[in-house]
């Protein structure tokens, strides 16, 4: 199965398919649309039925069950890559039995002593970008991964497997996209997001998200005649960052720890603007953070005189565990699937959020998978093939629920 996986991965990855930030239409980017149209080929020659390139492009089809079992189950993963870094003219480099030495790319390496899990990789056949893109094995890993599953059914007929529901989807990484996805007509009984890392692990915990974007409106004149006039907006906004909890910072953070994150301020004398992301697992927590950022506004405006600073404070996605608690038939179908082929799975928090976490406040409990992949979002990303195969016997075993 490896090849059909390794086949697949190196078609996908080198299709452009980056998101913008910058756009407010799905796909953020048509270029979205150059994968979608391969996928759907791809289906079909797998002989799924009712494949379709649905509207703000999401590709969905369907392997129908040759089961006695009335159970669907669904399995997604997301076809764009990050804005923030080149996707363009990625050249994937194969390296078959690594040595575990390190690794020189164009301008970087990687190192085992710096990327430690290089250590438990030697003599597996690895994928690397050439140092100058991502690879894309987020979320491509994830596509390939469920394509040599459906191939491992178009070959292997006489295999029960209950229906099976794919779909793959745009603008995951500017956290778009999947509020668009018709969940009822997908129809499954529960789903997957292929969009992890280690294929021993699943999750259905992630953040509770809010943004804060904050606005310090100054007074500015002339330095000059400043004195007991002026308000320095960009001064304010350090003085606001100052009063928050400065051990809730992503740097400061681990496992189950919250954090409140300032992710870009630009500003002058006369006003400044700031954008905060939010994160906690534990919703009580999360308002307590809210709260410091309100503290924090009523102190200044007391201080400086009513509206120099104004907070907006949204809610962004849940964690999917208060649900998913309710009904735990997908977490209890991988971990049955992962320990069948000898695997100790391992249930971990995301300190992010998925694709899944949306799914699942629409209604499709959606707990997410490994891919197999290491270092997203960046020239260092790379991916262990014999770990992609493990994802798809994963995913093989989940279908067959037997």
Request: aromatic letters at 8%; a negative charge.
């Amino acid at each position: 199965m490896k090849n059909y996986i390794l086949e697949y991965f190196l078609k996908y990855v080198k299709i452009n398919t980056m998101s913008s930030e910058d756009s407010t239409e799905t796909p953020s980017t048509k270029c979205q649309y150059d994968l979608a149209n391969v996928l759907v080929n791809d289906l079909k020659e797998l002989g799924l039925k009712n494949v379709k390139l649905l509207d703000h492009c999401f590709v969905v089809g369907e392997l129908e069950s040759n089961s006695n079992s009335n159970l669907t189950i669904g399995f997604i993963a997301h076809m764009d890559t990050i804005p923030g870094f080149s996707g363009k003219d990625v050249k994937p480099n194969v390296i078959n039995n690594y040595d575990g030495n390190t690794i020189k790319l164009k301008n970087i390496e990687l190192n085992p002593n710096e990327f430690t899990f290089l250590n438990n990789l030697k003599g597996k056949t690895l994928i690397t970008t050439d140092g100058t893109t991502v690879l894309g094995a987020d979320d491509k890993a994830g596509i390939a991964n469920i394509m040599g599953m459906l191939k491992y059914f178009s070959l292997n007929k006489d295999i029960p497997h209950v229906n099976i529901k794919v779909a793959f989807t745009p603008d995951e990484e500017i956290g778009g996209g999947i509020g668009l996805f018709d969940v009822k007509g997908f129809n499954a009984d529960f789903a997957y997001t292929v969009d992890g890392e280690l294929y021993d692990e699943i999750n259905y915990e992630n953040f509770n998200a809010a943004s804060a974007n904050i606005t310090i409106n100054g007074l500015d004149i002339h330095p000059g005649n400043a004195k007991g006039h002026m308000i320095n907006s960009s001064l304010v906004a350090m003085e606001f960052n100052s009063l928050l909890n400065p051990f809730e910072r992503p740097e400061y953070t681990e496992l189950y720890d919250g954090f409140n994150h300032l992710v870009y301020i630009n500003g002058e004398v006369g006003k400044t603007n700031m954008t905060y992301i939010l994160r906690n697992h534990n919703k009580e927590l999360l308002e307590k953070q809210k709260d410091e950022f309100i503290n924090a506004r009523d102190f200044l405006n007391k201080k400086y005189g009513t509206n120099t600073v104004v907070v907006d404070i949204k809610d962004s996605y849940y964690n999917m565990k208060d649900i998913i608690d309710k009904d735990m038939r997908s977490v209890n179908t991988a971990i049955k699937a992962m320990k069948k082929l000898g695997i100790t799975p391992k249930v971990t928090p995301i300190r992010g959020g998925t694709d899944g976490a949306r799914l699942t406040q629409m209604g499709l409990l959606t707990p997410n998978i490994g891919t197999g992949g290491y270092n997203p979002h960046g020239p260092y990303e790379l991916a262990c093939l014999e770990e992609m195969e493990i994802v798809s016997k994963i995913l093989i075993e989940i279908a067959k629920n037997d």
